[in-house]
């Protein structure tokens, strides 16, 4: 996956910072944050890309933060950490890893060094028991999310380690977090995601604009990310659980929830 102009991929200012998806494999994206000096990398599955980036946008590297332990998140860190030796690594503290690290858990705060940027860590088992996110403080009010494979655009990460039951309170978090939210994901999977939210709920007008908004940047080369959180509640069937259409497009006689939201993951993988 490559963009046609790096310049494409700037997605605005933040908290005085730029956010820039890094294309990985298939479909990933590893984020970069930075303030035209210092920069730091979400999830860098691959450290050939994130180097790159950083000479080509003239960057230091200064951090790291990963949010679960897949190797298509963690498999660059060794790298970098040999060409960056002083920068400092966050990850779960319920997970292992082979590489230095300051473990994060539920609520623990990483202030970015370099940056006017603070965030504070949830723990969202699920995709995996330690997941967590990282959200940033709100100061401008519009927070950042860099959630890793928890919440996708019009989707959600398979169950890997976790419970239904657990995938479905971590989702509710987010759900509950301010709708302005801008919500920075791992995986183009938007349009597929889109596509199978649609056999569930065909009468949805937001998601059918959603998906020709989708169409139209998959189309001009862009990515279909960062999502809000107010999006993500229009158009994600896994955040409808509540709703009739996908209560009765699950097939259940239940509405509990987390039944409901069972079914539709499992709908979803052979989708
Ligand atoms: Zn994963």
């Given at each position: ?28 994206y ?8 210092q920069?730091?990398?979400v ?24 949010t679960h ?12 950490l ?5 920068i400092?690594v966050?990850?779960?503290k ?21 940056f006017?940027?603070?965030?504070s ?12 996110a990282?959200?940033?403080d ?6 950042l999310?860099f959630c890793?494979?928890t ?13 239904p ?6 989702l509710?978090r ?6 302005s ?14 596509e ?14 959603r ?15 960062p ?22 497009a ?16 499992e ?5």
């Amino acid at each position: 996956m490559t963009f046609k102009r790096i310049d494409q991929m700037i997605d605005g200012m933040h908290h005085n910072v730029q956010i820039i998806p890094i294309p990985a494999f298939k479909d990933n994206y590893i984020w970069l944050i930075h303030n035209g000096q210092q920069a730091v990398v979400v999830d860098p599955g691959d450290a050939t890309a994130v180097m790159q980036t950083l000479k080509q946008l003239k960057l230091n590297l200064n951090g790291i933060l990963i949010t679960h332990h897949h190797q298509d998140h963690i498999a660059g860190v060794a790298d970098l950490l040999l060409a960056y030796p002083n920068i400092k690594v966050h990850a779960p503290k319920l997970e292992s890893y082979a590489f230095a690290h300051t473990p994060v858990s539920d609520a623990d705060t990483v202030k970015l060094d370099f940056f006017d940027l603070c965030f504070s860590v949830m723990l969202l088992p699920g995709h995996t028991l330690g997941h967590v996110a990282y959200l940033s403080d709100n100061k401008d009010g519009e927070q950042l999310l860099f959630c890793g494979d928890t919440l996708f655009g019009a989707g959600c990460g398979r169950l890997f380690e976790g419970s239904p039951a657990q995938m479905y309170d971590s989702l509710q978090r987010l759900a509950s977090l301010p709708p302005s939210t801008k919500v920075y994901c791992s995986h183009e999977y938007t349009l597929h995601n889109i596509e199978f939210a649609t056999s569930l709920e065909p009468n949805n007008v937001a998601l059918q604009e959603r998906k020709l908004a989708t169409l139209k940047l998959r189309d001009a080369g862009m990515p279909s990310l960062p999502s809000c959180i107010a999006l993500e509640l229009e158009t994600n069937p896994f955040l409808r659980c509540n709703s009739v259409a996908i209560q009765a497009a699950s097939g259940l006689n239940s509405r509990a929830q987390v039944a409901v939201f069972s079914r539709i993951r499992e709908l979803r993988n052979a989708y």
